[in-house]
């Protein structure tokens, strides 16, 4: 069963990778189409495809998955299934996914995260990948994340920015609807 638990996914010491709470991500590195919610390996994943996936995975899982965490497994993806491949693991399948509960409805995101998370479970069990082997993958990844789920930081991977992803106006204060003056209804 893959290793998504309480809105994480779980590596031993090597959760740090993706565990990301959301209490207002980053602004550092904005993306210009708002509808992006991830680019990586030649892929873009969209804000909905992202959204749906974190809660498809999260009924497959009986539990809360942030869509950053979402994002940070698929951003890894293609390096995990390199250095599998270099250990002579075979890929995890989507049929494999689906075999754990066949009437589960999951997106193509959905599933492509789950494999990822499985493969990178089945290396760290086997012994095979460890926190500091991670970390070295997230090194050799291109990675943009919308600073709505995080940012993407080389050698940490995905990580909670310090500043709001969405900024007050420059007032302070919202603006006022034309032909309504501050205070009146």
Same mark, same amino acid.
């Given at each position: 069963?893959?290793?998504?638990?309480?809105?994480?996914?779980?590596?031993?010491?090597?959760?740090?990778l993706?565990?990301?709470?959301?209490?207002?991500?980053?602004?550092?590195?904005?993306?210009?189409?708002?509808?992006?919610?991830?680019?990586? +390996?030649?892929?873009? =994943?969209?804000? +909905?495809?992202?959204?749906?996936?974190?809660?498809?995975?999260?009924?497959?899982?009986?539990?809360?998955?942030?869509?950053? =965490?979402?994002?940070?497994?698929?951003?890894?993806?293609?390096?995990?299934?390199?250095?599998?491949?270099?250990?002579?693991?075979?890929?995890?399948?989507?049929?494999?996914?689906?075999?754990?509960?066949?009437?589960?409805?999951?997106s193509?995101?959905?599933?492509?995260?789950?494999?990822?998370?499985?493969?990178?479970?089945?290396l760290?069990?086997?012994? +095979?990948?460890?926190?500091?082997?991670?970390?070295?993958?997230?090194?050799?990844?291109d =990675?943009?994340?919308?600073?709505?789920?995080?940012?993407?930081?080389?050698?940490?991977?995905? =990580?909670?920015?310090?500043?709001?992803?969405?900024?007050?106006t420059?007032?302070?204060?919202?603006?006022?609807?034309?032909?309504?003056?501050?205070?009146?209804?």
């Amino acid at each position: 069963m893959p290793s998504f638990r309480r809105g994480r996914f779980a590596l031993g010491g090597a959760a740090m990778l993706c565990t990301l709470a959301l209490a207002g991500c980053g602004s550092s590195g904005v993306m210009h189409d708002g509808s992006t919610a991830l680019t990586y +390996d030649g892929k873009t =994943v969209t804000n +909905d495809q992202l959204q749906t996936a974190a809660k498809d995975i999260s009924a497959f899982v009986g539990g809360p998955v942030d869509p950053g =965490v979402v994002a940070g497994r698929l951003a890894i993806g293609p390096q995990v299934e390199k250095y599998a491949a270099q250990k002579g693991q075979s890929p995890i399948t989507a049929s494999q996914i689906q075999a754990q509960k066949p009437k589960a409805e999951l997106s193509d995101v959905a599933l492509k995260a789950l494999e990822v998370d499985a493969l990178i479970s089945t290396l760290a069990n086997n012994g +095979d990948l460890d926190n500091a082997s991670l970390q070295a993958l997230t090194k050799k990844s291109d =990675v943009t994340v919308n600073p709505r789920y995080g940012a993407w930081e080389k050698g940490k991977g995905m =990580v909670a920015d310090s500043d709001p992803w969405i900024k007050a106006t420059p007032s302070g204060q919202a603006a006022q609807p034309q032909g309504q003056a501050q205070g009146q209804g």
